[in-house]
């Protein structure tokens, strides 16, 4: 197995080799070399982006190529999995099962829906799509250019449709104008003309709002780049709004988040990046001082359709909601990772509210006292319309799995795994194939009676096994923050596994090492200098429907390391390559060098016993500023070679030290290296 990122990396092939690499425009691609002859080669691609990470062959010289994609077109065949499972658009009429829409693009930035749910429209961050009937069919519209980052759609009068694009140029060779610039539509979005346009530096991220007036559809507001626009006619002209803020010299300040309530739209909400949050009960004109909460995102406060006291806010802390109309907040819940993106409140049933950080939406369906997860992915925001939710995404990295024949001219299966990277692939001898990665996603795919289902670190390991003609997984589990980056297989098809963990390591009994070691006692002496990690290195081996360990041990030092690889050898010994910050980090009396090597991090290479209880060799790896081993196998003499980057504070001769080496070492002798095989820069 060979694995490359980024770039081909050259090297010497003896016989037969297999490549796989990332291409500058994301295709995966496979090449076939004989005696460094080029036999045959495959790409692998959709519309976005395509990023092969493993490759195995079987014995009758089938090849599988394992990696992430998120083009909704990526060529399948006989698909277990034929969907990708975290789209860019989803919709619930309940609140509680989100389906795809039938929209299949990479990314959807911002939607608008009719009071009908008959006109929908979704932007990207170059184009918008339309649907007028209720999201069965799309069509592009090549009538906005730009990014479009606010919609919204009359709810009187659906032919009148507003956005928002923004664009940049630059000038004087290195500085950039952006403008924002208000389209209008009277016919439902098919043709636009220009309401507006604002030129102004860039003090947030590039989104924007658009409200409009529900009760008198005249009334626009346009929240801009953190400037607050209003018309009250229609989009024909506009005034800026400015937010009164004791603590600013000239007195005033801009908004991170305005929204108005629809119950009773006079009254407007708007936090500021001074506290307190403002209220003004006259659209806008005036502004007295609310409750003293800080700054929040551009769509973190809702207000309930039905009650205009109630208001719901989102920042780091959590979610926060008011009953007196933000004269205070309580917050009601503090799930997620901080990075909350927006909150909604159902036009039906204002008990159900939705709040999505980076990851995840989280729904409560009676008021706030209890939530749950509804939809996961790489969340760009959820919109309350009058009959759906919709949830807008980036499409999500998903793993992808094909087989090819031996001349690499027919997809035997192609297929969708679940969302995630894959780290590695093995294959047994009946043709079922493991795979090793990392998901932050609580959709990816799992079985009963595998080690775990869920996890609650922000990420989780996965390991699943795919049976040989793709239509089924035998198993598939996850290991909460363990993240698997090399697996093998024993002759029994048990397969071992090595990474990194960010928690505890279940370790076994008689494991070679129980616990981590601490704490770390090294300090950075040079800016910039790394000294340790929050992880630990590990392996673990699973049984054969992976529902327990047979065995697992850590293999760190007090400052930190991560497993890259792990190979077998013939008696089941579990050899194990890495990077270790740790000078602590356990050697044997043999070791080719035994005493930490660099200033940083250094490679490392141990060998544990079969039942993972004894650590048989151990050597760090390396020299100069830093080191690392990223990929390590074995020969049948249980000779082992390894790709090692090597980085000199000083850069040396060319003749002296290559950044990226690959070299062998004899098992029973490892006092020397022998030849390179291959070195790149």
């Known amino acids: 197995m060979f694995q490359s990122r980024g770039k081909t990396k050259p090297f010497r092939a003896a016989v037969r080799a297999l490549l796989v690499r990332t291409a500058s425009v994301g295709v995966a691609s496979c090449a076939i070399l004989s005696a460094q002859t080029l036999l045959n080669s495959r790409n692998l691609s959709g519309a976005a982006n395509d990023t092969p990470t493993a ?49 299949s ?7 608008a829906a009719s009071s009908d749910g008959r006109l929908v429209l979704a932007a990207t961050n170059a184009s918008l799509y339309r649907s007028s009937d209720s999201g069965e069919t799309w069509t592009p519209s090549g009538a906005l250019t730009g990014q479009i980052v606010a919609l919204a759609i009359d709810p009187l009068d659906p032919a009148n449709v507003y956005a928002v694009v923004l664009t940049s140029s630059v000038f004087a060779a290195r ?30 991220a590039a989104v924007s709002r658009v409200i409009i007036n529900p009760q008198n559809p005249s009334i626009v507001y346009a929240f801009v780049n953190s400037a607050l626009m209003r018309s009250d006619d229609a989009g024909a002209s506009w005034q800026r709004l400015g937010i009164p803020a004791a603590q600013d010299p000239q007195g005033l300040t801009s908004p991170t988040c305005f929204v108005i309530a629809p119950g009773q739209p006079n009254i407007a909400y708007a936090t500021t990046f001074l506290t307190p949050l403002m209220k003004s009960a006259d659209g806008g004109f005036t502004w007295q001082p609310a409750a003293s909460i800080g700054s929040a995102g551009e769509a973190a406060i809702a207000v309930d359709p039905h009650n205009a006291s109630v208001v719901w806010l989102v920042d780091g802390a959590g979610v926060h909601k008011s009953t007196d109309g933000a004269a205070t907040f309580q ?104 795979l090793s990665g990392t998901t932050q996603s609580h959709s990816f795919p799992t079985t009963p009676g595998g080690l775990g289902r869920g996890f609650t670190a922000n990420a989780a390991g996965f390991v699943t096994k795919v ?47 129980a ?50 690889d792990v190979a077998l050898d013939s008696t089941g010994g579990a050899w194990v390559g890495g990077t270790t910050y740790s000078p602590d980090f356990a050697t044997t009396p043999d070791a080719m060098t035994a005493a930490f090597p660099t200033i940083s991090d250094a490679g490392f290479v141990s060998h544990l016993s079969s039942a993972g209880d004894r650590l048989v060799y151990s050597t760090f790896v390396g020299t ?58």
């Not at 975290?86 to 509680?96: C, I, K, N």
């Not at 500085?175 to 604002?198: H, L």
């Not at 500023?625 to 790709?643: F, G, I, N, Y």
Request: aromatic share 8%.
């Open 55 to 103: 490759i195995a062959t079987d014995s009758q010289g089938n090849v599988y190529i394992a990696g992430a994609t998120n083009s909704p077109d990526f060529p399948l065949t006989h698909a277990l999995f034929p969907q990708l499972p975290e789209p860019a658009l989803r919709v619930s009429t309940d609140g509680r099962t989100f389906a795809p829409a039938t929209l």
């Open 105 to 111: 693009v990479p990314e959807v930035d911002s939607v």
């Open 175 to 204: 500085f950039t104008n952006w403008t924002w610039t208000i389209y209008k539509s009277t016919d439902g979005g098919i043709t636009w003309q220009t309401s507006a346009a604002f030129t102004l530096s860039p003090v947030t």
């Open 331 to 434: 917050k009601v819940a503090a799930m997620g990772d901080g990075s909350w993106r927006s909150i909604a409140v159902s036009n039906l049933d204002s008990s159900q509210v939705f709040a999505t950080d980076l990851h995840n939406v989280y729904a409560t369906f009676d008021s706030g006292a209890t939530w749950t997860t509804v939809a996961s992915g790489q969340i760009n925001g959820v919109f309350a319309t009058a009959g759906a939710i919709y949830v807008a995404a980036s499409v999500s990295p998903t793993v992808f799995l094909t087989k090819l024949d031996p001349t690499l001219t027919q997809i035997a299966y192609s297929t969708f795994i679940g969302p995630g990277s894959v780290s590695r692939i093995a294959v047994d001898q009946a043709g079922s194939v493991y």
């Open 467 to 513: 049976r040989a003609d793709g239509g089924a997984l035998l198993y598939s589990t996850l290991l909460d923050g363990m993240q698997p980056n090399g697996i093998a297989l024993d002759a029994a098809g048990n397969a071992v596994i090595a990474g990194a963990a960010t928690g505890a390591v279940p370790a076994t009994q008689n494991a070679a090492q």
């Open 515 to 564: 616990t981590a070691p601490g704490p770390c006692t090294r300090n950075s002496n040079m800016p910039g200098l790394v000294v340790q990690i929050p992880t630990h290195a590990f392996a673990a081996k699973l049984n054969g429907d992976a529902s327990a360990y047979l065995w697992a041990t850590y293999l760190t030092g007090s400052c930190g390391d991560a497993a890259a």
């Open 624 to 681: 100069g500023a830093d080191a690392s081993v990223s990929a390590l196998a074995l020969d049948q003499k249980a000779t082992w070679s390894l790709r090692a980057r090597v980085r000199y504070k000083r850069r040396p001769a060319p003749t002296s030290a290559r950044p990226a080496v690959a070299r062998r070492f004899s098992a029973s002798s490892a006092s020397s290296p022998c030849r390179a095989m291959t070195a790149s820069s």
